[in-house]
């Protein structure tokens, strides 16, 4: 389907699709089974610009916006969608600056974040604070020259091999969520260090880690925008963002339905190949209506967020939901279509499974989106009635 | 540093059709890349480039569609692009093109390293990098595996032989003919994608060039294309059975019917 991408978009589209085919793809097993963070892989996507797509251009970007990010996801997620959220977080580490940053502290942080040379990422989790994400312990107490941080960020992406972190913490712990406030934290600060590394279901190259605080003194100079606003801040970032994992959601498909299309076409049995069956053609139509849904719903939305639209919220977690559960449903099925062999990991589609779980999950589970999309619902009801 | 990269723009498949009539290349509907081997090529030259400082000047002749491999080059790091393209230059055997290359590369205000993939994938030839250096009259070395150093003016090199490398050294300037062996190259980046697309690609005719019409296509070649064909498979193959001394005998009366012995 067109989807009328500009020329900027097609050529971001067209890279990201070769180095996922090129460079990604035949490492890609390893990566899951070793459990390796993917230096080699950041490295040829710093070197190929991608990490400018989502960075203004005064700091060295590329001036995209949030289609030409889920382009570059969505392709890297065909190939592998742990790779793909290493990267996406890096963006995700860095919006909140992008945004509500001076000046001044982007041009400190932006530039080696567009080039490569330095990844990001984004902490608001805590052990006591998954979807109840207001309800975070780390505080971050205001003393002279700058803030003291003290608690435990758990489950963060690019935990441990970012250089550059976002951190939601309390100022003022009295006022709870209006008290907290987003902070650049850098790596290496004293007090700052990391937890065990997890083991995960899938996206295993990916890192993701806990953030230790222990009396970790950030200066002050490091506070993004005004102090008491951290947990809007975030709250507006995830609205733009998930469009993202939309996009690694409709990859994931995509990848899915092209292998399992493919051993379907090979796999003979009972004299003939697996795709003359009605019953397998019926369900590679299922999961083709799937994945280019997704991919309308999340190019509409990822345009919506581009546009500058006030309220994005219902919208992006419209695509969010609608594709991971996708990339779930086509998954499971890529591994039905494949039968034993799909369950085996010399082929492709068992991972794709395990990976699509996290996208029904992480960013707001699908569950507490819906309801804040039912929210949105009502509300609007409430005021036309 | 001043490195010149030719390449030649070839059909990026292997199921080429030949037209019956002219024995040329079917071109139509088929997707034209870099020549794989050139590719090693530009990354040597934009290696050495981002080394020891300088530019990178590729040169293709071709029809005008050939200007695409030129940005594409550009894209992967090439700073300067020139597209030989002229109707006389048509028909070209390597002569021809290694004399209009040459033509091309006296025409430039100055180069120090010339730089050839070792061959292309549609002739096979592996002629024009050697033609080149004859017609410059300067040094050639052949299947370079590694640049170990430039330096002053003189450059060493490995170059593959069949069992083993050689070192050797050559004074500038030289032109070298790459293994694929010597890099992985870089895919583009997406700056280098968009410069590539507003950059300035000179074209160079016969009148640029100040060459001859008889130096130059198919005039200017010594080897014409007369026909191109696919052998046809003649032999067969029959497996002789029943005792030993029976095969042999049978052998013996087989090789003197063909008149073999």
């Known amino acids: 389907m067109d989807y009328f991408l500009d020329e900027q978009q097609k050529t971001i589209k067209a890279l990201a699709r070769r180095i996922a085919e090129e460079r990604i793809l035949p490492v890609r097993a390893e990566l899951d089974e070793k459990e390796e963070f993917p230096w080699d892989i950041v490295k040829e996507l710093a070197a190929a610009d991608m990490f400018r797509v989502f960075v203004p251009e005064e700091y060295d970007g590329l001036n995209g916006g949030c289609l030409e990010l889920c382009l570059v996801v969505e392709e890297l997620s065909r190939v592998c969608s742990g790779v793909a959220v290493t990267y996406a977080a890096s963006a995700l580490g860095c919006m909140t600056l992008m945004e509500y940053g001076t000046d001044e502290q982007k041009q400190k942080y932006l530039p080696d974040i567009a080039s490569g040379r330095k990844l990001s990422a984004f902490a608001i989790t805590e052990p006591t604070a998954g979807s109840d994400a207001a309800n975070i312990k780390t505080t971050a107490e205001k003393v002279e020259g700058g803030y003291l941080l003290n608690g435990t960020k758990q489950f963060i992406t690019n935990g441990g091999e970012a250089e550059i972190y976002t951190v939601i913490a309390l100022t003022d712990k009295t006022k709870g969520a209006r008290g907290a406030s987003a902070i650049i934290v850098e790596k290496d600060t004293p007090g700052f260090t990391f937890g065990k590394k997890e083991k995960k279901l899938g996206i295993r190259t990916s890192a993701t880690r806990e953030l230790v605080f222990k009396n970790c003194l950030v200066p002050e100079e490091n506070l993004l925008g005004k102090p008491g606003l951290g947990f809007i801040q975030a709250m507006r970032l995830f609205d733009r963002s998930r469009p993202g994992i939309g996009a690694q959601g409709v990859g994931l498909a995509q990848g899915a339905l092209e292998a399992a299309t493919d051993y379907a076409r090979e796999r003979v049995q009972f004299k003939q190949p697996l795709i003359t069956m009605p019953v397998i053609q019926s369900m590679l139509a299922d999961m083709a209506i799937q994945v280019e849904a997704a991919r309308a719903l999340v190019y509409a939305a990822a345009r919506h967020v581009d546009s500058g639209a006030r309220s994005v919220t219902e919208e992006s977690a419209m695509a969010k939901v609608f594709a991971s559960d996708a990339a779930m449903k086509v998954t499971v099925d890529a591994v039905q279509i494949c039968g034993g062999s799909g369950y085996m990991r010399d082929y492709p589609v068992e991972k794709m499974m395990r990976d699509a779980k996290i996208l029904q999950i992480y960013e707001g589970t699908n569950q507490i989106l819906r309801n804040a999309i039912a929210v949105n619902l009502r509300k609007r009801k409430a005021r036309t009635a | ?261």
């Not at chain 2, 940005?71 to 700073?79: K, P, T, V, Y």
């Not at chain 2, 597209?83 to 002569?95: I, K, Q």
């Not at chain 2, 052949?142 to 593959?160: F, I, N, P, T, W």
Request: aromatic content about 4%; glycine content about 8%.
């Open chain 2, 1 to 261: 540093m001043n490195i010149v990269v030719c390449l030649k723009q070839v059909p990026g498949t292997t199921e080429v059709k030949i037209d019956p009539r002219t024995n040329t290349l079917i071109r139509q509907g088929i997707e034209n890349i870099i020549n794989p081997f050139d590719t090693y090529a530009i990354e040597e030259g934009v290696r050495i480039k981002e080394k020891d400082g300088g530019k990178v000047t590729v040169i293709t002749m071709g029809p005008s569609q050939a200007e695409a491999a030129l940005r594409e080059a550009i894209s992967l790091g090439a700073d300067e692009a020139v597209l030989l393209s002229d109707r006389a230059f048509a028909g070209a055997d390597t002569w021809a093109t290694a004399f209009t290359l040459s033509c091309a590369v006296k025409k430039l205000d100055k180069y120090d390293l010339i730089i050839c993939g070792r061959q292309t994938i549609d002739g096979d030839t592996g002629q024009v990098g050697p033609e080149l250096a004859e017609m410059l009259d300067i040094p050639f070395v052949a299947y370079v595996s590694q640049v170990e150093e430039v330096k002053d003016g003189c450059l060493r090199v490995r170059r593959m032989i069949e069992e083993g490398h050689e070192v050797i050294e050559t004074t500038l300037p030289a032109v070298i003919t790459v293994a694929k062996e010597i890099n992985v190259p870089r895919l583009p980046s997406l700056r280098g994608i968009m410069k590539s697309k507003s950059a300035a690609v000179q074209t160079w005719g016969i009148s640029e060039l100040g060459a001859d019409e008889s130096t130059v296509g198919l005039s200017g070649s010594s080897t014409q294309v007369i026909k191109i064909f696919f052998p046809r498979r003649v032999h067969q193959a029959e497996m002789l059975e029943g005792p030993l001394e029976k095969q042999v005998d049978t052998l013996i009366d087989r090789l003197k019917n063909a008149g073999l012995c």
